[in-house]
């Protein structure tokens, strides 16, 4: 079993920026692949990040590539979203999500998600 918590998210004028995290609890954690989510009002769920806890390897949507950073530290097993250069179609609850997919299409374990508004 693996238990995901948010936090970090916040009202933010746009051009600001924020780090998000995702502090995780579990056994076999590090061996996981963590990824970052939003949806944002009437929209569907979007895929934005992931990282493998183990090597480091990342994957990121093209939405969002160049711009958020994925990053992970083991030894406090929390993985973090830096989110610079917000705007105000950033603004969305984003959530943490775990899995042992390697495909990054089943994530087994979901974070109570955090939300990020971003003012004009």
């Known amino acids: 079993q693996v238990q995901l918590v948010e936090s970090g998210g916040g009202l933010v004028q746009a051009g600001g920026s924020l780090r998000l995290s995702c502090a995780a609890s579990?056994?076999?954690?590090?061996?996981?692949?963590v990824g970052w989510f939003r949806q944002a009002p009437g929209k569907e769920r979007e895929f934005l990040a992931a990282i493998h806890l183990n090597g480091g390897n990342t994957a990121y949507a093209d939405s969002v590539k160049g711009r958020f950073a994925i990053s992970r530290d083991n030894t406090k097993n929390t993985v973090y979203l830096q989110m610079p250069s917000l705007k105000p179609e950033d603004t969305a609850v984003y959530y943490c999500?775990?899995?042992?997919?390697?495909?990054?299409?089943?994530?087994?374990?979901w974070g109570q998600g955090t939300p990020v508004t971003v003012s004009s």
């Open positions: 579990g056994r076999t954690f590090g061996t996981f692949i």
């Open positions: 999500a775990a899995t042992s997919d390697h495909a990054l299409v089943g994530w087994d374990y």
